[in-house]
Every structure is written in structure tokens, then in C-alpha cells.
T-cell receptor, first 111, second 112 residues
Framework: GENVEQHPSTLSVQEGDSAVIKCTYSDSASNYFPWYKQELGKGPQLIIDIRSNVGEKKDQRIAVTLNKTAKHFSLHITETQPEDSAVYFCAASQDAGKSTFGDGTTLTVKP | DAGVIQSPRHEVTEMGQEVTLRCKPISGHDYLFWYRQTMMRGLELLIYFNNNVPIDDSGMPEDRFSAKMPNASFSTLKIQPSEPRDSAVYFC??????????FGSGTRLTVV
């Protein structure tokens, strides 16, 4: 089955700096790669996703890149703000249905 | 849209008691997932349904756990009998053709 590895497990940055979280996946058939943000006491929330026919996608301060050949994808957050502090999860799936999640990255943005 | 609705938000029960967690998915979503989250094991997929039919229950830890989806708008996860090691946050999520999950707010279960 699919295996998703996520790094780093914790990340601390100064407000205004950029943050990058990386994931690798094992199943070349995976074609959908979402990212979720989980704030304390809440469920994970989808913040951005990318499909395998696209190399990069951007939404304001967040962007995701995908390298299908190397089987890795990354989340980039620019101009970080304290409210970006949360746990971020990457995931991979084939079409609709079951996603395999990474173990999560705890991002702390220091004011 | 009210999103995925889970109840109760918090549940404290004594060891050996039956616990039932409830979930209402987003209307029109044909996949429903139950996850358990703990500090030690992260997000674990317990079971998922497609069009109300269980597809993969390999994550259900033992026979004490059972899940049903009697119709497209309701699912339950039952633990009988409950044990302290079942203490965790249980999430329900649903998805449709857009693929991305919508998670509920979770049920924090404490078994004492």
C-alpha cells in the first residue's frame, strides 16, 4: 500500500519568514495530494491540494509543488504569521476514497 | 452547509461501558471515514464507507469496535466494552468527487 513520509516533525520560524514542509510517497499510482491544517481542538482542514497533472499551485501565501518523478511534494508558506501556527498534514491518494496521511508537522511561528 | 457534524463533542465514561459516537456527513458526499487521533499514533484510519457500504475495516483495532452506516446521512462508531486505552479524539470525515476530506470537530473520548 501507499506510504507517506513527512519532514520535519517540528518546525519553528520567525514571523515573516518562510516555512517549507516536505513529503514523499511510495505509490506511483497516487494522483491527488492534499494538505491539511489542524489547529488546537479542531479537526484537520483542507488548505490546498494538487493533482498529478500539475507541478505547482499557489493560493495567496501558500503554495504546493509536486515532483512526480521523484515522488515528492512540498508545502511552502511565505510571510508566516502567528496564526499559521498549527499541525500540518500531507496526504496522498488515488482518485476519490482513501488517503494515506503523513505523521504531521508542528509549525510554530514566533512573533 | 453545516459541515460534518459529530456528537458528542466530549464523552467521559467508565471502563466497561458502551460508547456510541455519531456522525452526519456532508450531503452528497459518498465516502465516510472514521479516524482516531492520539499523540503516540497520530491519525489512524479505522474504517471507511462508500455509498454506505464498509470498504475497509482493517484499521479497527479489535472486535470491541464496530461501525455502521444505515443511510447516507448517518454513521455510528461503537465501542463495547470500552477500555482506558481507547481514550483518544475520534474524527469523522466525508468526501465526494472533489476528493479532499471535510473533517468534523471530533469527539474527545476519555475512558476512566
Amino acid at each position: 500500500g501507499e506510504n507517506v513520509e513527512q519532514h520535519p516533525s517540528t518546525l519553528s520560524v520567525q514571523e515573516g519568514d518562510s516555512a517549507v514542509i516536505k513529503c514523499t510517497y511510495s505509490d506511483s499510482a497516487s494522483n491527488y495530494f492534499p494538505w491539511y491544517k489542524q489547529e488546537l481542538g479542531k479537526g484537520p482542514q483542507l488548505i490546498i491540494d494538487i493533482r498529478s497533472n500539475v507541478g505547482e499551485k499557489k493560493d495567496q501565501r501558500i503554495a504546493v509543488t509536486l515532483n512526480k518523478t521523484a515522488k515528492h511534494f512540498s508545502l511552502h508558506i511565505t510571510e508566516t504569521q502567528p496564526e499559521d501556527s498549527a499541525v500540518y498534514f500531507c496526504a496522498a491518494s488515488q482518485d476519490a476514497g482513501k488517503s494515506t496521511f503523513g505523521d504531521g508537522t508542528t509549525l510554530t511561528v514566533k512573533p | 452547509d453545516a459541515g460534518v457534524i459529530q456528537s458528542p463533542r466530549h464523552e467521559v465514561t467508565e471502563m466497561g461501558q458502551e460508547v456510541t459516537l455519531r456522525c452526519k456527513p456532508i450531503s452528497g458526499h459518498d465516502y465516510l471515514f472514521w479516524y482516531r487521533q492520539t499523540m503516540m499514533r497520530g491519525l489512524e484510519l479505522l474504517i471507511y464507507f462508500n455509498n454506505n457500504v464498509p470498504i475497509d475495516d482493517s484499521g479497527m483495532p479489535e472486535d470491541r469496535f464496530s461501525a455502521k452506516m444505515p443511510n447516507a446521512s448517518f454513521s455510528t462508531l461503537k465501542i463495547q466494552p470500552s477500555e482506558p486505552r481507547d481514550s483518544a479524539v475520534y474524527f469523522c470525515a466525508s468526501t465526494g468527487t472533489a476528493y479532499g476530506y471535510t473533517f468534523g470537530s471530533g469527539t474527545r473520548l476519555t475512558v476512566v
